[in-house]
């Protein structure tokens, strides 16, 4: 193994050995032929996130999307069966649905009207009479995904091969259950989402979730605009109960408000937020009892952590953060803002406060996600400097150390996760 | 040689004429200076006291309170937002992309006494570090009009581009 990266040697040394115990190569931000191999032994090997189910609420619902650079769609069909089939017909290639999301009995190519089925079946082929010896239908249906789900979040993999999603997530099980909980007695649905993209590549953003370190210097503008409660309740960088731990697989959780780690555990002493009083009230005339109040009020900022998922969602206080890889030095994210699901005089008030509070911070005129999209622009640019000269992932690394439950943790400022992270990096890119 | 020009011929709409309709694309035209010019703080002076500045995600709604919007501000956010935009802790706002943005193609859509509707189209380029972002919108404004003031009521920018990717922003629409 390479003890040292150096300028004569860096374009030599195997992409997985450009991954140490405390640093990785710069190269691995810049190089577009290790872009090109994490897109076959990272994007198609492992299960990729394309949807959460309330974006498919019923037979026919379907969305478009990504896995890795390839288009897909996710659609639910007659059975209620969730599929992910190739977006690209059999015929001659083209893209079958252009449409973000929607409700269709099907989907026919607009080249030459070859017609599929929610499942992904081939249904109909204008003039059949010239296909007659030369091809059976049953053989040309649409290719499709291995399609998992967990706790309402949707997986698909192109490996039929690679193990069951729930052998994947492991121990990540326990932490989606509890982020769900921020439907306060209700499930969770999509509520919005806002996209926007930047010029950097993509392992910069999945560092990022897991970065508790940049968050007060990155998001001191967000930090002096909100009321002093969320201030405090963000202001995590000396609390030493605020830790990270590493989950396996590459995932890993970062816990910024720990108080809020599992909604369940309330023993009443919180007051709840001034800022919220109004949907106090909306909620009470709406006739909720202040149990049931606290529970939703409590859990508007959602829980008190990061999970990320190793490659491309995190699951970030109160949304998803999504990545998807464009190139070498171009990644798309998406911020998927959620609330409650249920009666529309309870969640409605709810959800108001909600999309403003994600409004406030996210997206791309947020007064958080501008910040930190400079931030990646710069790493881009910078990183173009010396490919050989290692980005520094060793923050805490010497005061690391095992949870009750085995997990590697330390300070949620140190970069746990993020080795986390870059260790499965490693084990994929090394897989021939 | 001298030629006799012909007058020009009416505008397609009678409403361009109005002098209520020119003093809100005056108003409109001064807004866009001052988002070019980062004045910012002038800019938010602007705006009726109950005022919101929206810019929004989905292109057909007009319920912005129970949507996601890229921007949903009323005073109080306004305010914020300036302060953002102006006191030097926001790194994207500090290194922002120059702007420069053409308001036209107007169209007056309601015009009563005291207020104005107008719709128009906005192409802003903006510049930053190599590259140039062309930012495409059709906007809605709807102008109060005072003898102590014309102020912007509501403006809604609507992005050619709003459910896709646009780069996160260092400046306002």
């Known amino acids: ?432 | 040689m001298t030629e006799t020009l012909q007058p020009p011929a009416k505008p397609a709409n009678p409403l361009l004429a109005d002098p209520r309709v020119t003093r809100a694309i005056e108003l409109v035209w001064h807004e866009a200076d001052l988002l070019d010019r980062k004045e910012y703080e002038t800019w938010q002076e602007l705006y009726a006291d109950d005022g919101r500045y929206v810019i929004p995600i989905d292109p057909e709604t007009e319920d912005f309170e129970n949507t996601l919007n890229m921007v949903y501000d009323d005073a109080r956010m306004r305010r914020m937002r300036v302060t953002r935009m102006t006191e030097g802790y926001a790194i994207a706002a500090v290194d922002a992309a120059r702007t420069v943005r053409t308001v036209s193609r107007f169209v007056p859509a309601k015009v009563c006494e005291d207020e104005v509707t107008v719709r128009s189209a906005q192409i802003v380029v903006a510049y930053k570090r190599g590259n140039h972002d062309v930012w495409a919108a059709e906007v809605t404004h709807r102008i109060r009009l005072s003898d102590h003031g014309d102020r912007i009521a509501l403006k809604v920018v609507r992005l050619i581009d709003s459910e896709d990717a646009v780069p996160a922003a260092g400046f306002l629409l």
Request: include cysteine; hydrophobic fraction near 35%.
């Open chain 1, 1 to 432: 193994m390479t003890a040292e990266f150096i300028a004569e040697n860096i374009y030599d040394i195997a992409p997985s050995d450009l991954v140490l115990a405390d640093r990785v190569a710069g190269r691995m931000y810049t190089d577009p032929e290790i872009f090109e191999a994490e897109m076959t032994k990272i994007f198609e090997r492992t299960w990729v996130w394309v949807a959460h189910e309330s974006e498919l609420p019923k037979a026919g619902s379907f969305k478009s999307t990504f896995v890795g650079r390839q288009p897909v769609i996710v659609t639910k069909d007659r059975k209620g069966t969730v599929n992910t089939l190739l977006n690209r017909c059999r015929h001659r290639g083209a893209s079958l649905c252009e449409q973000r999301t929607g409700q269709a009995n099907g989907f026919t190519c607009p080249y030459h009207a070859w017609s599929y089925g929610l499942d992904g079946a081939l249904r109909g082929i204008p003039y059949p009479d010239g296909y007659e010896g030369v091809m059976e239908k049953g053989d040309m249906g649409l290719k499709k995904l291995r399609t998992e789900s967990y706790g309402g979040m949707v997986f698909a993999t192109f490996d039929n091969d690679v193990a069951p999603l729930e052998d994947f997530l492991g121990d990540v099980k326990l932490w989606i259950d509890r982020f769900m909980k921020q439907g306060g007695g209700y499930p969770v649905k999509v509520l919005g989402t806002h996209r926007f993209r930047f010029r950097g590549n993509w392992k910069i953003q999945l560092e990022n979730t897991t970065d508790g370190y940049h968050f007060p210097i990155v998001h001191r503008s967000w930090m002096a605009s909100v009321d002093a409660e969320t201030a405090d309740m963000m202001s995590f960088m000396t609390d030493p109960t605020a830790v990270t731990h590493d989950l396996g697989n590459g995932h890993s959780v970062m816990q910024m408000v720990p108080e809020h780690s599992d909604l369940d555990a309330d023993n009443g002493s919180e007051p709840l937020q001034p800022r919220f009083a109004s949907v106090v009230t909306e909620l009470k005339s709406a006739g909720l009892g202040d149990a049931e109040i606290r529970k939703l009020v409590r859990a508007m900022h959602g829980t008190g952590f990061n999970l990320n998922l190793f490659p491309n969602v995190s699951m970030s206080i109160s949304f998803l953060r999504v990545l998807r890889p464009v190139s070498v030095d171009e990644t798309l994210i998406e911020h998927v803002a959620l609330g409650p699901d249920g009666p529309a005089e309870i969640v409605d008030p709810v959800n108001r406060e909600r999309l403003r509070i994600h409004e406030h911070f996210q997206g791309p005129f947020g007064f958080g996600t501008p910040d930190d999209a400079e931030g990646w622009d710069r790493v881009q640019r910078g990183a173009q400097g010396a490919p050989e000269m290692p980005i520094m992932v060793n923050r805490g690394l010497a005061r690391e150390t095992p949870s009750p439950e085995g997990w590697a943790t330390s300070h949620v400022t140190d970069e746990t996760g993020m080795r986390a992270a870059y260790d499965k990096w490693k084990q994929m890119m090394s897989d021939d």
